[in-house]
């Protein structure tokens, strides 16, 4: 098969992390005898800098001729002043809105050798395998109306959807809680926002056409503490825009990083895929980020637009054996890093290819 994807590595660790993972996407493929064709642009703060908009004309062309585009971090301290039309981040809101995805999985999968790294008790943590569905296209993100009056000392933001936006994002997430554990959790507000009283009632009447999955409501204040006391029980999630930020950030406590994070959002015309985490400015350049959430990300890419579902296991396994063996980036061992040996971002990225190699080998 050929597939043509549009790296964006954006800012901060962005380039660090997804040059690791794009060398795991070229092995697998090579290996299969596939071809895959890559398009580097720019985007967010490289791109303000460099070409005076956090998306250029032809990153987003370049975007709309892909099969998949490919999205490191965007974001970095020197923009904090800019208002959110000019940030870094609006290139991503605006590649996102242009690709028209609007249900963004992300999967919490606690690694069963990774729950010691975070500070939750193993035993409450072991075991958690959700996937939330974040909506991407709507809500506060991009609600109208939303402004700052300066003279006036008042601004707003419209957390806004329309009854078929709810709809659309439910049969998702229905349709994958079929394939699963059968569960699914719809998180809103609807003791104190319309929005989320119509985003219940219309999760409610979506759910007549899926009689095999078990719905409950949660609100999204109790869900943030659920999450922590109880994660195992939880399958699918589904929630809105700002509310699925918020809840898969917290999630990252539960993987013992952000850096095991990945996503992919589908349902547009072009899927996009890009790690949950930021582009940790801090970290930027040190080569010790945590490579994991982007070649999981990856895998994600191989399965949800190339269907090379075994590949894509194979991506995982690979990250789970090198975990085994007990390799870990430095964000995985703030609660203690005896007996690990801590690797840098570069060696992560080898180590893991190395062992995708193996184990395509011998599969
Ligand atoms: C994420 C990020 C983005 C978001 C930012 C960078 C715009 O936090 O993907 O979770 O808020 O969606
Ligand atoms: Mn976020």
Redesign the pocket.
């Known amino acids: 098969m050929k597939l043509k994807v549009l790296v964006t590595p954006g800012d901060g660790i962005g380039s660090e992390v997804i040059n690791e993972a794009v060398g795991v996407l070229k092995d697998v493929m090579a290996a299969g005898g596939h071809t895959l064709e890559l398009d580097f642009k720019r985007i967010g703060g490289v791109a303000i800098v460099a070409d005076g908009t956090p998306l250029p004309a032809d990153t987003l062309a370049a975007a709309l001729e892909s099969d998949a585009v490919f999205l490191g971090?965007?974001?970095g301290n020197e923009f904090e002043a800019l208002s959110p039309d000019k940030r870094p981040?609006a290139g991503?809101?605006g590649l996102r809105a242009a690709l028209g995805g609007f249900a963004n999985l992300r999967p919490t999968f606690a690694f069963k050798e990774t729950v010691v790294n975070s500070p939750l008790r193993p035993e409450i943590i072991d075991g958690t395998d959700i996937l939330f569905v974040r909506e991407l296209l709507g809500g506060l993100?991009y609600g109208q109306p939303r402004g700052w009056d300066r003279a006036k000392g008042e601004a707003f933001n419209t957390m806004y959807y329309k009854r078929d936006e709810v709809a659309r994002v439910a049969r998702v997430a229905f349709k994958l809680a079929q394939k699963r554990r059968k569960k699914l959790t719809s998180v809103d507000k609807a003791n104190v926002l319309e929005v989320s009283q119509m985003w219940r009632a219309t999760v409610i009447e979506v759910s007549a056409e899926f009689p095999d999955v078990t719905l409950e409501h949660q609100y999204v204040d109790a869900m943030s503490m659920h999450l922590m006391n109880r994660p195992r029980d939880f399958d699918v999630v589904v929630t809105e825009n700002t509310f699925g930020?918020i809840l898969?950030?917290e999630s990252g406590v539960i993987t013992g990083s952000l850096g095991m994070l990945p996503?992919a959002t589908i349902g547009g015309k072009i899927n996009l895929y890009?790690p949950?985490h930021?582009s940790a400015p801090n970290s930027a350049g040190k080569n010790s980020a945590n490579p994991m959430a982007t070649i999981l990300t990856a895998a994600m890419l191989l399965r949800h637009t190339a269907g090379l579902d075994q590949e894509a296991a194979v991506i995982e396994k690979a990250v789970r054996r090198v975990l085994e063996l007990g390799f870990r980036t430095r964000d995985l061992v703030r609660h203690g890093a005896e007996g690990y040996t801590v690797l840098s971002t570069s060696d992560m990225g080898a180590k893991v290819r190395e062992t995708v190699k193996t184990l395509l080998v011998s599969a």
């Open positions: 971090a965007v974001g981040e991503l809101l993100y930020d898969s950030d996503s890009e949950i930021g």
